[in-house]
């Protein structure tokens, strides 16, 4: 019922930038927040950054000052610009939304995206 499609993951090396897109689509009624996890190999799954609607965001530590997070409403995206980067970055990113579907009222669903590859080399 609703897709999550991310791109902008790729090699970079230590200081430099990616940014990150995800799309939502499907039987959308509206899109309460989105976010990013990461997962390095052995580690868990990490919050990185989350938007609700109406509110304003939030980091974790590692990644404050250094990652952006921001949504284009009308193109249900979030985008993740990832600057000053570091190896330590480096782990598959997934997009998530808290999506209210179309026809099944008011109750929040979470959504997941296939996941990006983002290696930063030293």
């Known amino acids: 019922q609703v897709q999550l499609v991310e791109s902008g993951g790729g090699l970079v090396q230590a200081g430099g930038s990616l940014r990150l897109s995800c799309e939502a689509s499907?039987?959308?009624?509206?899109?309460?927040?989105m976010g990013w996890y990461r997962q390095a190999p052995g580690k868990q799954r990490e919050l990185v950054a989350s938007k609700r609607s109406g509110r304003s965001a939030d980091y974790a530590d590692s990644v404050t000052g250094r990652f952006t997070i921001s949504r284009d409403n009308a193109k249900n995206t979030v985008y993740l610009q990832m600057n000053s980067l570091k190896p330590e970055d480096t782990a598959v990113y997934y997009c998530y939304a808290q999506v209210i579907v179309r026809g099944v009222g008011s109750t929040e669903s979470d959504h997941w995206g296939q996941g990006t590859q983002v290696t930063v080399s030293s």
């Open positions: 499907g039987s959308i009624f509206s899109i309460e927040g």
